[in-house]
């Protein structure tokens, strides 16, 4: 794909941006409360100081300029001093921000591993009982609501059979020094080899719960688009020249019965930064998500402003990047 | 010669749809079994054995019936305050199933009007429209309900909005799709060249043939929407207590999962056993209704 292409496309996501922008900003802005008055509730605030730190916070200007105000500091990750930690909220937000990134690639790495296989299966296997099984399945797995399925696997894994921890994100005489914050890596970096099983048995868990209705939906995807590539005249062609079943499975219809399971795969990982908030409230994850849950709570409004905003950019950054990899990977859209 | 005619009559593309629907096994009993939860929910306040909010510590984690200690006038338990679970349950698809039906029915009516008017109108509509849409799919549908549930407030009436707020999005992307098709056809040239006014043309002429798409993406969106009902109401910003819900009922029972997994257990089934089912429904309805399926 040609750069300016790829700047037209990048141009293309400004007003989804802007517009995600001033959504947010409207959330707190237009939610009946004083933010003044809730960040003062516990202190004996005089109505002067009240009005002064109305002042300061800006909130005696005129809306517009407010928003521009707001862009501004955001764009500059200037999101304010979250009133419960007493610590620029940015800053509390970074601190959790690996653990959620961990989780959510390893759901998205379990999703693959699992769809993948399936897929293929049930696209060879296709109407047959196999391919109705899988079905029935992935259909299963859609249908289920994760906090529910989270709780059933600590049931049965933690609770019932102790095979796996009830729930955080390691034990207490395990931890690591923090490096990079992926206790993963962290673990590997110290050359822990018992910190590193810790870090992955509490991470089992949360990442089947997170992962498994993801792989439910990209085995879908799979089986479909593998089914239309398996009855297509290369592949046909391929047989005909007396390939080997497995060789033309492989390395020609996988291939190119990927390319749509890359970009869902892409934007699925966005729709798992939602179910993030679920998945680490049950298994008391110290993430981005259970952060923002604890913040509602808290009417720690700032915090949660900047981590909606965070998840929505981040969503709509890789919606586009799916939409790149569909070009770069799709010899027929490339133009 | 009167049978010859009723043979030859022609037959309508919504009969021969339901016709297509009623042939497909799975689907029917999906289907009765989503009349089943409708029926239980409206005559919940008839059929519940006991008062949903009455609580009674003696009765505190009380097993279902068929487990030892458990007694049959609260044949699925109790909770950890003591209420019955299958009250509770009854109560609950209630509110399941009212906010899907309003957060739908009021998402696809906002949603087929607006993806008509941006199809049809084009301009400064379609980009307008356009727009808001584009920047709505920008967040990921959980953290905009949970953002502004946060802003509003908990309770049954912020779902219903928080929820129509994103929901209209996905209608009007299916209708403004048909509607722009639909704007090319002869009929509509046609209504066009007769000096049919707009507002007819859209709602008289298109209107008719965009909606069973709405209806087959109204169906399995519905399941979405209990999922997301269920998971504000879980992580408590959803409907308040003592009204029950399944997602707060789940919520609930995490307390007690070792001494009384039925708490939380049996809500989760219930929210499954709902989900998949309309979701085999909308599938049978899209195999029925989908005319691209059939041309073969």
Redesign the interface.
């Known amino acids: 794909m040609s750069v300016s292409r790829l700047l037209e496309r990048l141009l293309q996501t400004l007003?989804?941006?802007l517009?995600?922008s001033?959504?947010?900003f409207l959330?707190?802005t237009?939610?009946?409360g004083d933010p003044v008055e809730i960040m003062l509730a516990d202190s004996r605030a005089t109505p002067e100081q009240a009005a002064q730190l109305r002042a300061d916070l800006g909130l005696d200007r005129p809306l517009p300029e407010r928003f521009l105000v707001f862009l501004g500091n955001a764009l500059t990750g200037d999101f304010g001093i979250s009133f419960f930690h007493r610590r620029p909220v940015w800053d509390v937000i970074a601190e959790r921000l690996p653990a959620t990134i961990e989780l959510t690639l390893a759901a998205i790495l379990l999703a693959i591993a699992v769809a993948i296989p399936l897929g293929v299966i049930a696209a060879v296997k296709r109407d047959t009982w196999i391919d109705r099984t899988l079905t029935a399945v992935s259909?299963?797995g859609?249908?289920?609501?994760?906090?529910?399925f989270g709780?059933?696997l600590?049931?049965l894994f933690a609770?019932q059979l102790g095979i796996f921890p009830v729930g955080g994100r390691t034990s207490f005489d395990l931890e690591v020094t923090r490096v990079t914050g992926f206790l993963v890596l962290d673990s590997i970096i110290a050359g822990r080899a018992d910190a590193l099983l810790a870090a992955l048995r509490h991470l089992a868990l949360p990442a089947i719960t997170l992962g498994l209705p993801t792989a439910a939906l990209l085995a879908r995807v799979v089986r479909s688009s593998m089914a239309e590539v398996l009855t297509s005249d290369y592949v046909l062609f391929a047989e005909a020249k007396g390939l080997s079943h497995r060789r033309v499975l492989l390395r020609h219809a996988l291939k190119n019965a990927l390319i749509p399971v890359v970009t869902v795969a892409a934007i699925e990982t966005?729709?798992l930064?939602?179910?993030n908030?679920?998945v680490e409230?049950?298994f008391g994850w110290p993430g981005l998500g259970r952060l923002?849950?604890e913040s509602?709570?808290a009417r720690n409004?700032p915090l949660?402003?900047a981590a909606?905003l965070l998840?929505?950019v981040t969503?709509?950054m890789l919606?586009f990047t799916a939409d790149l990899l569909y070009t770069a990977l799709n010899p027929k859209v490339r133009l | 010669m009167s049978a010859t005619i009723a043979e030859d009559a022609p037959v309508s593309p919504l009969r021969l749809g339901l016709d297509r629907f009623a042939g497909n096994r799975t689907a029917l009993v999906a289907a009765a079994l989503i009349m089943l939860f409708i029926l239980a929910a409206l005559a919940a306040p008839l059929i519940a054995p006991h008062d949903p909010a009455d609580a009674d510590l003696f009765r505190r984690l009380q097993p279902p019936a068929w487990q030892e200690g458990g007694d049959w006038a609260f044949p699925l338990g109790c909770d950890s305050l003591g209420r019955d679970m299958l009250s509770r349950l009854l109560y609950g698809a209630r509110v399941s199933l009212m906010v899907a039906a309003l957060v739908i029915g009021i998402a696809a009516v906002i949603g087929t009007l607006a993806g008509l008017a941006a199809g049809y109108l084009r301009g400064w509509t379609d980009t307008l429209i356009s727009?808001?849409v584009?920047?709505?799919l920008?967040?990921?549908?959980?953290?905009?309900a949970?953002?502004?549930?946060?802003?509003?407030g908990p309770g049954l009436h912020n779902i219903v909005l928080v929820l129509i707020y994103k929901e209209w999005v996905f209608s009007c992307r299916v209708v403004r799709g048909e509607t722009l098709a639909a704007r090319e056809q002869d009929y509509v040239e046609a209504a066009r060249a007769l000096g049919c006014g707009t507002r007819h043309i859209m709602l008289r002429e298109i209107l008719p043939n965009v909606l069973s798409p709405v209806l087959v993406v109204a169906t399995f969106r519905m399941?979405y929407v209990i999922?997301m009902e269920?998971?504000l109401s879980?992580?408590?910003?959803g409907v308040q207590p003592p009204t029950p819900s399944w997602?707060s009922m789940?919520?609930d029972?995490?307390e007690h999962?070792?001494d009384a997994?039925w708490v939380?257990?049996l809500?989760?089934l219930a929210?499954?056993a709902l989900?998949?089912s309309i979701?085999?429904a909308s599938?049978g309805l899209r195999d029925a209704f989908d005319p691209r399926l059939h041309q073969a």
Do not use: C, E, H, K
Request: net charge positive; aromatic share 12%; glycine share 12%.
């Open positions: 007003p989804v941006l517009g995600v001033l959504i947010v959330m707190i237009l939610t009946p259909l299963f859609v249908s289920l609501p994760g906090f529910w709780i059933l600590i049931l609770v966005g729709s930064l939602g179910g908030m679920i409230t049950v923002v849950v509602i709570f409004y949660v402003q909606v998840y929505a969503y709509v919606n | 727009r808001l584009d920047t709505l920008g967040f990921p549908y959980l953290v905009f949970i953002g502004l549930m946060a802003m509003m399941a999922i269920a998971s879980f992580l408590g910003l997602g789940v919520s029972g995490r999962l070792v997994w939380s257990t809500p989760g929210i499954l989900v998949l979701n085999l599938q």
